[in-house]
């Protein structure tokens, strides 16, 4: 694939998917290290894309594992739906959401109305649960 196309055609990113979850099995740093080695263009795509779900996702930018439910719940959700957020878990009132907007992940939390504040980067999962349990 040409790295200069600005996205796969989707058949394409099938073929590849296919291949990286056959190639990587159950081995979520095995696949982490498989998207890593894709062309900009083919990752941001398959991480958007129903492809993959939406726990890879979170393991791919976080590196970490949540608790047992909080990763249930990302492997329900296809990645598609990181464009708008899966809500991840709740606090009495808050909501931390995972989305993804512009290829980068965000933390967001929220009252179920509007969002208090967002978190970006790799500690965005423990800064955010910091902040929902010093708001409490």
């Known amino acids: 694939m040409d790295t200069e196309d600005p996205a796969p055609s989707f058949p394409e990113l099938v ?30 795509e398959l991480l958007v894309s129903d492809l ?22 990302l492997e329900l959700e296809p990645a598609s739906s990181l464009v708008d957020g899966v809500a991840i878990d709740e606090i009495e009132l808050l909501t931390r959401v995972f989305r993804v907007k512009n290829s980068r992940p965000e933390i967001i939390v929220t009252d179920g109305k509007e969002p208090l504040k967002t978190f970006t980067g790799t500690s965005a999962v423990a800064d955010s649960q910091f902040y929902m349990e010093s708001t409490l």
Do not use: H, K
């Open 52 to 73: 993959l779900n939406a726990w890879q996702v979170f393991y791919y930018f976080f590196r970490t594992v949540p608790d047992e439910l909080v990763q249930e719940r």
């Open 15 to 44: 073929r590849i998917a296919d291949c990286l979850l056959d190639e990587s099995g159950e081995d979520e740093d095995a696949l982490m290290r498989r998207l890593e080695t894709l062309p900009e263009p083919v990752r941001r």
